[in-house]
């Protein structure tokens, strides 16, 4: 608004003095004019710059948020997606990272129900040992990664066991429910959270937890309880 107000400072003698019939100042008016169209350049951007820079952050959320939403949701249950395709986070990409956030929530939900607490605390135990300089969100994002990974191991497992093609999973093992890292997460913050499981996933501490969990428990890692068989 500044520079637009070199638009009058410029303008206005210019006007008047053209008024009472000299032009010595038009030089003047035309350095006004300048200000005036480098003004609306600039608001132009400050109008629009905020939502295209907050569209491509959403882009790139998107991006990131692939892979995490691939093992949650349509290697769970495709009828968790509202668009299993994924073709609509082209067009409308808040409204899809939204329904990306939800969908992969509710996925992480029946993942859960696959998880194994002595797995859990094996994974843990090798995560908080490792001397990688990670933050604690950092770690709790690679234990969840990790546990996730092992989840949908033992739920591929059971499917080929039951030789099913239905979409959804079948049944879990027991009706207990493990307790992922971060479920207390506020919901204004489950964005960062799960965009930092995201780029956890495929961490070479996850896959050395896993390779960990193998090691340790090779009988039982990456399939299903007997339960379930």
């Known amino acids: 608004m500044l520079v637009c107000f070199g638009y009058i400072l410029g303008n206005a003698p210019a006007v008047v003095a053209a008024s009472l019939g000299s032009h010595a100042l038009d030089e003047v008016g035309t350095l006004g004019s300048l200000f005036g169209t480098v003004g609306a350049v600039l608001r132009s951007y400050g109008m629009t710059g905020a939502a ?9 959320d998107l991006k990131a948020f692939k892979p995490l939403w691939q093992l949650a949701v349509l290697n769970v249950d495709e009828r968790f997606a509202l668009d299993p395709s994924g073709c609509g986070r082209r067009v409308n990409v808040r409204f899809t990272l939204h329904r990306w956030v939800v969908e992969i929530l509710d996925g ?4 859960r129900a696959w998880s194994s607490a002595e797995a859990a ?6 995560v908080h ?6 933050s604690a969100a950092e770690r709790q994002a690679v234990i969840t990664a990790a546990v996730l990974r092992d989840a949908h191991l033992r739920l591929q497992a059971a499917r080929g066991a039951d030789g099913s093609s239905r979409p959804a999973p079948p049944l879990p093992p027991d009706a207990t429910f493990l307790a992922l890292p971060g479920e207390d997460t506020a919901a204004s913050d489950e964005r960062a959270r799960l965009l930092l499981v995201a780029a956890h996933l495929n961490h070479p501490l996850t896959d050395s937890s896993l390779a960990e969990l193998r090691t340790t428990s090779p009988s039982t890692a990456g399939r299903p309880p007997a339960s379930a068989r």
Do not use: Y
């Open 121 to 126: 605390e094996t994974i843990r135990r090798h």
């Open 129 to 134: 040992a490792s001397p990688l300089p990670l």
């Open 108 to 111: 992480m939900r029946v993942l």
């Open 52 to 60: 295209v820079s907050a569209w491509l952050c959403e882009r790139r």
